[in-house]
T-cell receptor, first 118, second 111 residues
């Protein structure tokens, strides 16, 4: 069973288009995240939702809009794509607060969605 | 504010020799620290974590890390490198609700 799954895995599109990436987790976590990994492998938090409520909203262009229909899903919609949006986008999930020695807030990641804007 | 600094962007070792990946952290309180590994074209996998229990933490695949408060370090080690260890390694600190990643260290292993 895949714990955190993202679709699509690869996405190639033209500048100016709108695209979405979907994420689902079956771990029962209450918090989900979107991270962006640039060409230098640097990972930066973009958004985080806890039980469908936005709790982290980093400095990200408002062309990026997350949506969490329930605590198991966090989707990312990007409008008017630009060349600089090309990156790998990782979804992750966790418990917001530690629930014991076995789970201390670490994140579980999906395999990433590689977005290429031409 | 919490942050981590990975001191080497690239480390090269020969198969069978020890691995040392260095990480210093900055935190205003007792931190939670992690090491994650990313193999090419894959997601990130948790190697090990420190959460104020034992200062020497053992992880998967023979890796371990030692939390040294006096040196604000959390270096990752392995006694004997294997070809399959070649990957990107991230030192991570928990800052509030999110994880803050270091810039990564690329580990190359030659035969």
């Amino acid at each position: 069973d895949t714990a955190v799954s993202q679709t699509p895995k690869y996405l190639v599109t033209q500048m100016g288009n709108d695209k979405s990436i979907k994420c689902e987790q079956n771990l029962g976590h209450d918090t989900m995240y979107w991270y962006k990994q640039d060409s230098k492998k640097f990972l930066k938090i973009m958004f985080s939702y806890n039980n469908k409520e936005l709790i982290i909203n980093e400095t990200v262009p408002n062309r990026f809009s997350p949506k969490s229909p329930d605590k198991a899903h966090l989707n990312l919609h990007i409008n008017s794509l630009e060349l600089g949006d090309s990156a790998v986008y990782f979804c992750a999930s966790s418990y917001l607060l530690p629930v014991g020695p076995a789970n201390t807030g670490e994140l579980f990641f999906g395999e990433g969605s590689r977005l290429t804007v031409l | 504010a919490q942050s981590v600094t990975q001191l080497d962007s690239h480390v090269s070792v020969s198969e069978g020799t020890p691995v040392l990946l260095r990480c210093n952290y900055s935190s205003s309180y007792s931190p939670s620290l992690f090491w994650y590994v990313q193999h090419p074209n894959k997601g990130l996998q948790l190697l090990l974590k420190y959460t104020s229990a034992a200062t020497l933490v053992k992880g998967i695949n023979g890796f371990e890390a030692e939390f040294k408060k006096s040196e604000t370090s959390f270096h990752l080690t392995k006694p004997s490198a294997h070809m399959s260890d070649a990957a990107e390694y991230f030192c991570v600190v928990k800052g509030g609700t999110a994880l803050i990643f270091g810039k990564g260290t690329t580990l190359s292993v030659s035969s």
